[in-house]
């Protein structure tokens, strides 16, 4: 008998829809990949409780929707081969970096898409093609790519993205491909020889940007290691063993102190306080420079949990130390 059969629903523009698909295909969970449009519109709408991707749909009929729990779920029912290295510090390190991923990593991701008009132009013409769906005209297509681009580009400021907040923006993205061209390049994966948790988060995003001209190009031309660790990633395998903090250490320190605790970790306070306070606009100091948006409520929930994953793996071995150096520490206290 076939083994039931899981529905993603998603597309090949979200981070976090392939994100679950990369995870689907490393654990061998039988799954059906549907592009969300015309034709499964019925179906989504069905499962979906909010218009969001990625959905994941259960043999049993259960909808599931946000890409951490989903693969928090998945993983419980399918717990080999694990995506969490088994020393409980470095399985806290993957966590937070895959949640800076999805909170921050997203920025640059969306910054590129929406702030240059070859990537505008590419990505909503992509859409607009899935949205139409098949038999579209070129016509319809046509105007369907103008009415993305209108919706998405205002977008922007809700990842903060705007002339002042450019550089930084910009400058995280390299600062991440920097430190991966030679952390990859005597590992297969992040910890290791083998996916981590913190490879899906940090690689969806990252797929994103190689697949728009602007940060493709940059990546096909510069991060050679980087680009053979994306194709990787499309399909990743169990090919070695984690390997310990003495090996790593360099990279995911890296990552750590610039981009978690530099960027992340403080932009996350900022954008809680701000909620807490009621204010529509947020300032925050990244880099000795002035970093403002519109706080998000959804930032606020990750900063959460990222602190009560803290506080239940505080007591490992070693992690503190690695926290207190890099500067991450005095985030997670609540």
């Given at each position: 008998?076939?083994?039931?059969?899981?529905?993603?629903?998603?597309?090949?523009?979200?981070?976090?829809?392939?994100?679950?698909?990369?995870?689907?295909?490393?654990?061998?969970?039988?799954?059906?990949?549907?592009?969300?449009?015309?034709?499964?519109?019925?179906?989504?709408?069905?499962?979906?409780?909010?218009?969001?991707?990625?959905?994941?749909?259960?043999?049993?009929?259960?909808?599931?929707?946000?890409?951490?729990?989903?693969?928090?779920?998945?993983?419980r029912?399918?717990?080999?081969?694990?995506?969490?290295?088994?020393?409980?510090?470095?399985?806290?390190?993957?966590?937070?970096?895959?949640?800076?991923?999805?909170?921050w990593?997203?920025?640059?991701?969306?910054?590129?898409?929406?702030?240059?008009?070859?990537?505008?132009?590419?990505?909503?013409?992509?859409?607009?093609?899935?949205v139409?769906?098949e038999?579209?005209?070129?016509?319809?297509?046509?105007?369907?790519t103008?009415?993305?681009?209108?919706?998405?580009?205002?977008?922007?400021?809700?990842?903060?993205?705007?002339?002042?907040?450019?550089?930084?923006?910009?400058?995280?993205?390299?600062?991440?491909?920097?430190?991966?061209?030679?952390?990859?390049?005597?590992?297969?994966?992040?910890?290791?020889?083998?996916?981590?948790?913190?490879?899906?988060?940090?690689?969806?995003?990252?797929?994103?940007?190689w697949?728009?001209?602007?940060?493709?190009?940059?990546?096909?031309?510069?991060?050679p290691?980087?680009?053979?660790?994306?194709?990787?990633?499309?399909?990743?395998?169990?090919?070695?063993?984690?390997?310990?903090?003495?090996?790593?250490?360099?990279?995911?320190?890296?990552?750590?102190?610039?981009?978690?605790?530099?960027?992340?970790?403080?932009w996350?306070?900022?954008?809680?306080?701000?909620?807490?306070?009621?204010?529509?606009?947020?300032?925050?100091?990244?880099?000795?420079?002035?970093?403002?948006?519109?706080?998000?409520?959804?930032?606020?929930?990750?900063?959460?949990?990222?602190?009560?994953?803290?506080?239940?793996?505080?007591?490992?071995?070693?992690?503190?130390?690695?926290?207190?150096?890099?500067?991450?520490?005095?985030?997670?206290?609540v």
């Open positions: 008998m076939d083994a039931p059969t899981y529905r993603l629903f998603g597309s090949e523009l979200s981070p976090y829809s392939v994100k679950v698909r990369s995870y689907l295909r490393f654990k061998g969970i039988p799954h059906a990949w549907v592009l969300r449009g015309p034709t499964s519109a019925a179906e989504f709408q069905k499962f979906a409780k909010l218009p969001l991707i990625p959905l994941l749909v259960t043999p049993a009929g259960q909808g599931m929707q946000d890409s951490t729990p989903i693969i928090e779920h998945l993983e029912q399918f717990p080999d081969p694990s995506i969490h290295p088994d020393d409980p510090a470095l399985r806290f390190l993957s966590e937070l970096i895959e949640e800076y991923a999805d909170e990593g997203n920025k640059p991701m969306f910054h590129y898409r929406w702030s240059y008009d070859a990537d505008c132009k590419s990505a909503a013409g992509r859409i607009a093609a899935q139409a769906g038999g579209a005209t070129p016509e319809q297509v046509a105007k369907t103008d009415a993305v681009a209108q919706r998405m580009v205002p977008r922007l400021a809700f990842v903060g993205s705007h002339a002042g907040t450019r550089d930084t923006i910009e400058g995280s993205l390299r600062r991440v491909l920097d430190t991966l061209e030679v952390h990859l390049g005597v590992r297969r994966y992040l910890f290791g020889d083998r996916p981590s948790l913190a490879d899906l988060g940090l690689w969806g995003q990252i797929y994103e940007c697949t728009d001209p602007t940060p493709g190009k940059l990546i096909n031309d510069l991060y290691t980087t680009w053979r660790w994306i194709e990787r990633m499309l399909n990743p395998k169990v090919e070695g063993d984690w390997e310990s903090w003495t090996a790593i250490h360099w990279g995911i320190e890296r990552l750590l102190e610039s981009e978690v605790a530099g960027l992340f970790l403080p996350s306070a900022a954008n809680a306080a701000a909620l807490e306070k009621g204010d529509t606009e947020f300032t925050v100091q990244l880099e000795g420079k002035p970093f403002s948006q519109q706080p998000q409520k959804y930032h606020a929930r990750s900063l959460a949990e990222i602190r009560r994953k803290y506080a239940a793996a505080r007591n490992a071995p070693g992690l503190d130390a690695v926290l207190t150096a890099t500067g991450c520490k005095r985030w997670l206290h």
